[in-house]
C-alpha cells in the first residue's frame, strides 16, 4: 500500500517533463521529469516488492525533486511548480514516516 504515493509521483514527473519539453522545447525538463519518475518507478516496485531500499529511493526522489521545484515555486509562483513542489514534499514526508516506523 505504501507504494501507491511513489506510483502517482512516478506518473506525474514524467507527464511533467513530456510537458515540459512539449512547451518549451527545453531538453533539461524532459530528461530531469524521466529520470525522477524512472527512481520514483524503482522506488514503487521495490516496495510493492518488498525488497530493501524502497523507501529510501523514494525519499531522494522526493528530496531531488523537492531541491528542484520549491525554490522555483517561491519564484515564479505559477501552478505547476507549486504543485510538484507541494507532491514531492508530502511525498518526502511520508517515505520519512515510513523509514522510522521500520528502523
Not at 505504501?2 to 512547451?23: D, K, N, Q, V
Not at 528542484?68 to 507541494?86: D, E, G, H, N, Q
Amino acid at each position: 500500500m505504501s507504494e501507491h504515493p511513489s506510483y502517482f509521483m512516478t506518473a506525474l514527473c514524467t507527464a511533467g517533463g513530456i510537458a515540459g519539453y512539449t512547451r518549451t522545447r527545453s531538453l533539461p525538463s524532459l530528461v530531469a521529469g524521466v529520470g525522477v519518475g524512472a527512481l520514483y518507478g524503482v522506488a514503487a516496485y521495490t516496495i510493492k516488492e518488498n525488497k530493501k531500499y524502497g523507501h529510501e529511493t523514494a525519499l531522494a526522489a522526493s528530496l531531488i525533486m523537492a531541491t528542484s521545484m520549491v525554490p522555483k515555486a517561491l519564484k515564479t509562483s505559477k501552478p505547476f511548480p507549486v504543485t510538484m513542489a507541494i507532491c514531492s514534499v508530502a511525498t518526502g514526508v511520508y517515505y520519512t514516516k515510513k523509514i522510522i516506523e521500520y528502523w
